[in-house]
Antibody
Framework: EVQLLESGGGSVQPGGSLRLSCAAS????????MTWVRQAPGKGLEWVST????????YYADSVKGRFTISRDNSKNTVYLQMNSLRAEDTAVYYC?????????WGQGTLVTVSS | DVVMTQSPLSLPVTLGQPASISCRCS???????????LNWFQQRPGQSPRRLIY???NRDSGVPDRFSGSGSGTDFTLKISRVEAEDVGVYYC?????????FGQGTKLEIK
């Protein structure tokens, strides 16, 4: 059974940093791209970032480019999202999802709140 | 960026009646490999999104056959043949052909 378990969310002040983790199980992690998608309170889904299988290619939404960094550790079956210079508009539930052209499995999400 | 425009944004439906959601894209979603990476997701209240349909018309395992996807190029449709209570939620189309990936605004399905 495929499982994606996010962690690392919490409350942070504007300008602060957080690192999200997503632990994957139930599939060959190293063979699949991984993605982060976020959802602001009461809003729709927004793609954030994708990393290909070997960390060789990363993609970012313009809204987070230069502030967020996606990476993965295939030995730990984990994908990360390092979030720096956080802003109030980054407040959202962050979902980890499997895939690149499609997202066939999603985690339960972790809430990030940016507020002073 | 590819703009995904869903309609309607609110969809009240009587139980047992059909429902249809349109997703129009600002660019063709046909990729260089010949595939069209158009997906549909369902998000029930309080839950994570769940994929229903991938590559326009392929239904995921466990998705009831009352859900179907169709379309080509820039115009796509999700149809529910007979709405059931468990179908309440928000439905999103999403394109996986172009960077950045983009979602539609979401269509909220409710029971009338």
């Amino acid at each position: 059974e495929v499982q994606l378990l996010e962690s690392g969310g919490g409350s942070v002040q504007p300008g602060g940093s957080l690192r999200l983790s997503c632990a994957a199980s139930g599939f060959m992690f190293s063979a699949f791209a991984m993605t982060w998608v976020r959802q602001a309170p009461g809003k729709g889904l927004e793609w954030v970032s994708t990393v290909t299988t070997g960390n060789d290619n990363t993609y970012y939404a313009d809204s987070v480019k230069g502030r967020f960094t996606i990476s993965r550790d295939n030995s730990k079956n984990t994908v990360y999202l390092q979030m720096n210079s956080l802003r109030a508009e980054d407040t959202a539930v962050y979902y980890c999802a499997k895939g690149m052209t499609t997202f066939d499995y999603w985690g339960q999400g972790t809430l990030v709140t940016v507020s002073s | 960026d590819v703009v995904m425009t869903q309609s309607p944004l609110s969809l009240p439906v009587t139980l047992g009646q059909p429902a249809s959601i349109s997703c129009r894209c600002s660019q063709s979603l046909v990729y260089s490999d010949g595939n069209t990476y158009l997906n549909w997701f369902q998000q029930r209240p309080g839950q994570s999104p769940r994929r229903l349909i991938y590559k326009v018309s392929n239904r995921d395992s466990g998705v009831p056959d009352r859900f179907s996807g169709s379309g080509s190029g820039t115009d796509f449709t999700l149809k529910i043949s007979r709405v059931e209570a468990e179908d309440v939620g928000v439905y999103y189309c999403m394109q996986g052909t172009h960077w950045p990936r983009t979602f539609g605004q979401g269509t909220k399905l409710e029971i009338k």
